[in-house]
């Protein structure tokens, strides 16, 4: 049975038995826990013995965690397994456990309950210096080729050990940094040191990253506090590096007239990727998780449901786009359908010339709609970050402004607000849950349209003013 001892205003000690240790002596769990100040004492008492049961319970099947006597690294192996792999994606778990390499070494030792504001300042100026990222990328050796050719393994083979895909390999091997060593020196069975060497690099983590790793340690510590096991998050009393707010990089109405011209030259199935991209304003992965069962010829509309991710050692596979709000429905001018409809003829006559080496969709019964709109050469879905690849090539070739693939989706949002398309209109389309979402990523481009409606109204007023002025 718990013992329940008041402390303070508010605050009480549960304390909890559990047997005794080697030397006779009585274990015991103690829990400190703050209730809600409006509650009565009737109400009080209630979730008091509420939360001594759970308390009892939790000591009693081994599943009790004493902030006093465990690390934050002790905890973020609880919060990963009881929270994490449950509830968030694959890929932003994949990306957090990215963050965790540097947080875990830096504050990691640190009892749960012993973390102050302090020691998480020290750790995001230790960030900012220089040379902290001497160790994210390895270039290989020239004994690598040489350890592949002895091993008698396929570079196609070493892919699919090391859970990446065959043209990370060619990349790895033609002398570009990878950050995939460790997982190819496990295929290989070898030493890291016998095939790598860490690429120097000297220049400091931006304001926004080192934010992402805050965030990252923030919400990790409210699970604390919700389980309570902590009484305070400390991430909440420090601020974190100030991030400027920019421009979101996009192209402008006549680069896009070029670049239409320019992919009349392209393969069809780039061509259409392209176009698909600026004129429905969908993110790469939302882009790549596309079946011909969401195209809708006879009404111009295109549907957003899934996205393709891709993890190395899990490979590719579709997932629910971001949240809620980005599955939606968007209207396409015909110009956009009718290079789908060239593209799908292309993919039809390959398909049909590969036969049974075409690999299907089998989730749907519709047989027209078991394929993915972008594939690899045997109808396997392409990796999300085929366009991107491509289109990086393609701007080069051309000459065109530095531009990511994802700057694409600004330049169509762009566009929209350009032409006097209503923020929630533009919202919609995008896949944003709230409007306040898309004013907040656009604000810069909102500013003009509100300058010319500001003179509108003065232009208007003074029209008027002076028509007065003539009459008196």
């Not at 303070?8 to 209730?35: A, E, F, Q």
């Not at 389980?227 to 707010?245: D, F, G, H, Y």
């Not at 590719?316 to 599955?327: H, I, L, R």
Request: net charge positive; hydrophobic share 35%; with cysteine.
């Amino acid at each position: 049975m718990a013992s329940i001892e008041k402390r303070g205003d508010n605050t009480y000690k549960i304390v909890v038995s559990d047997g005794y240790d080697m030397h006779g002596k009585k274990i015991r769990y103690p829990k400190t826990v703050k209730l809600d100040p409006n509650l009565t004492p009737k109400q009080a008492e209630k979730e008091l013995q509420r939360i001594a049961v759970l308390f009892e319970e939790e000591v009693s099947k081994g599943l009790y965690l004493d902030s006093s006597k465990i690390t934050f690294a002790d905890f973020v192996k609880r919060w990963r397994t009881d929270y994490a792999e449950k509830q968030l994606a694959p890929k932003t778990l994949f990306r957090y456990e990215g963050l965790l390499n540097r947080i875990l070494p830096a504050i990691g030792h640190i009892k749960l309950n012993k973390l102050q504001p302090s020691h998480l300042i020290k750790f995001y100026n230790n960030l900012s210096e220089s040379g902290l990222r001497e160790d994210v990328s390895y270039i290989a050796k020239s004994e690598l080729k040489k350890i592949i050719e002895t091993k008698k393994i396929s570079r196609i083979e070493l892919a699919e050990k090391a859970g990446i895909n065959k043209r990370t390999v060619d990349s790895i091997l033609s002398g570009n940094p990878t950050r995939n060593a460790e997982s190819i020196s496990k295929a290989l069975n070898i030493k890291l040191n016998e095939a790598f060497i860490p690429k120097q690099r000297t220049e400091t983590l931006c304001n926004r990253t080192i934010l992402h790793h805050h965030r990252l340690i923030s919400s990790i510590l409210t699970c604390a506090v919700q389980w309570q096991l902590i009484p305070s998050n400390p991430a909440e009393r420090v601020k974190p590096p100030k991030v400027e707010t920019t421009e979101a990089a996009h192209y402008d109405e006549s680069t896009v007239e070029k670049i239409l011209y320019l992919l009349d030259k392209e393969h069809i199935k780039y061509k259409a990727m392209i176009y698909l991209t600026m004129f429905t304003g969908c993110r790469l992965g939302e882009l790549s998780g596309l079946e011909w069962n969401d195209i809708n010829f006879e009404n111009n509309l295109i549907r957003i449901r899934q996205a393709s991710q891709y993890i190395p050692g899990k490979g590719t596979f579709q997932k629910p786009p971001k949240n809620e709000g980005s599955k939606r429905i968007i209207s396409m001018p015909p110009m956009v359908m009718e290079v789908l409809k060239e593209y799908k003829k292309w993919q039809n006559e390959k398909r049909l010339k590969l036969d049974t080496l075409w690999e299907e969709n089998k989730e749907h019964e519709n047989a027209e709609s078991r394929y993915f709109v972008f594939t690899q050469w045997n109808g396997k879905p392409i990796y999300p970050t085929t366009p991107s690849n491509w289109f990086r090539k393609f701007r080069e070739k051309n000459n065109l402004p530095e531009l990511k693939f994802h700057g694409l989706r600004h330049t169509n949002a762009s566009i929209l607000i350009s032409q006097g398309v209503d923020v929630q209109t533009i919202a919609k389309r995008l896949g944003h849950t709230k409007p306040t979402t898309t004013t907040n990523i656009y604000s810069h481009f909102l500013k003009k349209p509100d300058e010319e409606a500001a003179q509108k109204l003065e232009n208007l007023f003074n029209k008027n003013k002076e028509s007065i002025s003539k009459q008196a």
